[in-house]
């Protein structure tokens, strides 16, 4: 396939063509404007691999910014997460990171201006009567008392607002526009409020901050931004954009274009929504991995790639819908089942010793670590007369549809030998313990020589040589598709998102497993190190996701 094959369309992307066409624009500059108020979650994602996507494809330029204009909810931790996380999916930012704080200099004088121009005053109203005079959908609103001040008595209240002299909530600046409109957002509403709180970024140089709507689309502006893109509920606010725009001394005028936002199910999506669950410690942090997080399922052993690829199968319209978790998840397994070495991990032990196999040899197995690519090379793999298999791949009896390991039956072990089971003790409650058996010297890479058929394959690891692992099973975190809907998400949390398993051994290779690299676990699924909690010495895996197929087909 070419480039060009691939390259995705959408209704975007036809705007800029044909802007690019008409010559509208010369080319074109796109930005990803995130508040740094939470982690980035893979709804941001579809905006990030949009916006970043279409500067890349159109040798464009895309600008990472802050848009840090609510001091009270920012933190510079999330500054840190999210330039991490937009780098680790793969992408770079045209100069430096920008803040809106950058530009509250530039945003006070454009405010200056509309004041100058009869286009903002400053209003007395406190936040109860701002309510009252604002209307309601059916009813228009009342103008402010405050409306027709002189532009000398705003110019002063203004600057004195700037100098810390009034109380928050005392004083406002608004934009005159019209208190009838039918568009709410568009009744005199507020550019600049008085916050005496610290910024991140300003520190305390500032105690007036303007508000998202009159901030957004100035440093869109003064970036030179051609398609600012943003989710649909910022549909309404476009008239404002394009107001300020219109209203103040600046050449450029950036389009806004609204887009459907990602929506998944079993998840939920709002930052405030996932910060309750950090807060309530419903989850182990915005990393765990059963967030909806980048750096939650970066935890969990998502990569880059299925990432970028799973947004690309969404696509980009203006349709709300809620995608189905298995999209996300086959996107994960096809990129895995290509690029995850195999490894073996046996969850719930029994021992099978193999009594015809002399007691104290150990022979080292060559597997290799992709069966279908032989580049990724080969391991080693301890074989001795006591080893492990999983409990559910042993039965005394069993049907001929069970293609495990049965009592004068035979298996072949992966990637080692055929052997049989002769008898097993069990506890007094009546749990196998042991399984007692031989093998077939005769069998290794190769089928019994009398014809003898095998069928099933199970996996394995040498008892006195595999490692103790935790294993952690991690499901979908809420047990209805819908959560956001509930009046207490909390209260669908699965219970069964975090199965901690302790009884866990590891073929040895895994000895050097490091957080993020992902194994295919044979016939378990796909697995990577906990990049929190694995260490050399307490190794712990985390299930990606289960395999689709199961071994039987896959082998
Ligand atoms: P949330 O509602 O989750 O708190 P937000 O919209 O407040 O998110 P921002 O940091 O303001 O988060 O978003 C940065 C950009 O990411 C915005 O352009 C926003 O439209 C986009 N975005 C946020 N959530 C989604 C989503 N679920 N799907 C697509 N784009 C999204
Ligand atoms: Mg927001």
Redesign the pocket.
């Known amino acids: 396939m070419s480039e060009e094959s691939v390259r995705p369309t959408n209704f975007i992307r036809n705007i800029i063509d044909q802007d690019l066409a008409s010559g509208k624009h010369a080319s074109v500059v796109t930005r990803?404007?995130?508040?740094?108020?939470?982690y980035?979650?893979?709804?941001?994602a579809?905006?990030?691999c949009l916006n970043f996507g279409i500067g890349q494809d159109y040798q464009g330029q895309t600008n990472l910014r802050f848009?840090d204009t609510n001091p009270a909810k920012e933190d510079i931790d999330f500054v840190h997460s999210i330039k991490e996380d937009v780098q680790w999916l793969g992408f770079e930012w045209a100069g430096e990171v920008r803040y809106s704080s950058n530009y509250f200099e530039d945003l006070y004088n454009y405010a200056v201006e509309l004041i100058k121009t009869g286009k903002a005053f400053v209003c007395q109203l406190d936040a109860e009567q701002m309510r009252e005079y604002r209307g309601t959908l059916k009813e228009p609103g009342k103008n402010s008392p405050w409306r027709d001040q002189s532009v000398e008595e705003n110019l002063d209240l203004f600057e004195r607002m700037r100098k810390g002299e009034f109380a928050e909530g005392s004083h406002s600046l608004r934009a005159k526009i019209d208190m009838a409109s039918p568009n709410i957002k568009m009744r005199d509403p507020i550019i600049y409020r008085i916050r005496f709180i610290e910024h991140h970024q300003t520190g305390n140089k500032w105690c007036i901050y303007p508000m998202y709507d009159f901030t957004h689309c100035i440093s869109d502006a003064i970036e030179g931004i051609t398609h600012s893109?943003?989710?649909l509920?910022?549909e309404d606010h476009r008239p404002l954009y394009d107001w300020v725009i219109d209203n103040i001394s600046i050449p450029a005028h950036p389009q806004q274009i609204e887009?459907?936002?990602?929506?998944l199910e079993y998840t939920v999506?709002?930052?405030?929504k996932?910060a309750a669950l950090v807060e309530e410690n419903l989850v182990d942090g915005w990393n765990d991995p059963r967030m909806p997080t980048i750096a939650g399922m970066r935890r969990r052993g998502y990569t880059p790639a299925s990432l970028v690829e799973f947004c690309k199968r969404i696509g980009v319209t203006k349709q709300e819908n809620m995608i189905e978790m298995s999209a996300l998840e086959s996107c994960i397994r096809e990129d895995l089942n290509v690029t995850a070495p195999r490894a073996m991990a046996v969850l719930d032990p029994i021992k099978l010793i193999l009594e015809n196999y002399p007691e104290g040899q150990v022979e080292e197995l060559t597997a290799p670590n992709h069966p279908n690519d032989e580049a990724m090379g080969t391991r080693v793999l301890p074989f001795t007369r006591e080893i492990l298999i999983d409990r559910a791949d042993f039965k005394e009896e069993a049907n001929k549809k069970y293609k495990r390991l049965v009592i004068d039956k035979e298996v072949r072990l992966r990637n080692g030998y055929v052997v049989k089971a002769l008898r097993c003790d069990k506890d007094a409650d009546g749990n196998i313990t042991t399984v007692y058996g031989s093998y077939d010297p005769e069998t290794l890479g190769k089928n019994p020589s009398d014809g003898r058929k095998v069928k099933g394959v199970i996996h394995w690891v040498s008892a006195s040589h595999g490692i103790p692992a935790t294993v952690r099973l991690y499901d979908r975190l809420f047990t209805v598709p819908n959560p956001a809907a509930e009046e207490a998400f909390s209260a669908v949390i699965n219970p069964e998102s975090l199965v901690t398993v302790t009884t866990a051994v590891v073929e040895p290779s895994l000895a050097i497993a490091k957080g993020e690299q992902a194994y295919q676990f044979e016939r378990e699924g796909y697995f990577c190190a906990d990049n929190k909690d694995s260490t050399s010495d307490n190794l712990v895996f985390n299930r990606t996701v289960g395999l689709r197929d199961t071994w039987a087909n896959n082998a």
């Open positions: 990803f404007p995130p508040e740094p108020n939470g980035l979650h893979i709804g941001h579809k905006s990030i848009d893109l943003c989710t509920e910022f887009f459907s936002r990602l929506n999506m709002s930052k405030r996932l």
